[in-house]
């Protein structure tokens, strides 16, 4: 069993910072790739951030220059670091991770519960 848990969301000003966190536990042997996405109300969820295990990552074009994603291996971690936030990056995030539970099973794909961030004045 692998559970994926998310902090850090909460409520910022506009132009303010945030650091989500997401720590990957249970029955793990190797974690392919982490990320970040994120739901707004109405709206489709989608990709914010992502790091392969060997550091390779992407964003999408709303976060580029302002949030940075970055990863623990040892720690099965992964953090998005979110600067000059705008009313219009209030969303649910949720982690994601792709893994590999043990040697003998294929890579399955994990979603965390999600984190509130509201940004607004």
């Known amino acids: 069993q692998v559970q994926l848990v998310e902090s850090g969301g909460g409520l910022v000003q506009p132009g303010g910072s945030l650091r989500l966190s997401c720590v990957a536990s249970?029955?793990?042997?190797?974690?392919?790739?982490m990320g970040w996405y994120r739901q707004a109300p109405g709206k489709e969820r989608e990709q914010v951030a992502g790091?392969?295990?060997?550091?390779?990552?992407n964003y999408a074009d709303s976060v580029k220059g302002r949030f940075t994603i970055s990863r623990d291996n040892a720690k099965n971690t992964v953090y998005l670091q979110m600067n000059s936030l705008k009313p219009e990056d209030t969303a649910v995030y949720y982690c994601?991770?792709?893994?590999?539970?043990?040697?003998?099973?294929?890579?399955?794909?994990?979603w965390g519960q999600g984190t509130q961030v509201t940004v607004s004045s």
């Open positions: 994601n991770a792709v893994i590999r539970p043990t040697a003998a099973h294929p890579r399955y794909n994990y």
């Open positions: 249970g029955s793990i042997f190797s974690v392919i790739y």
């Open positions: 790091i392969t295990s060997g550091g390779t990552t």
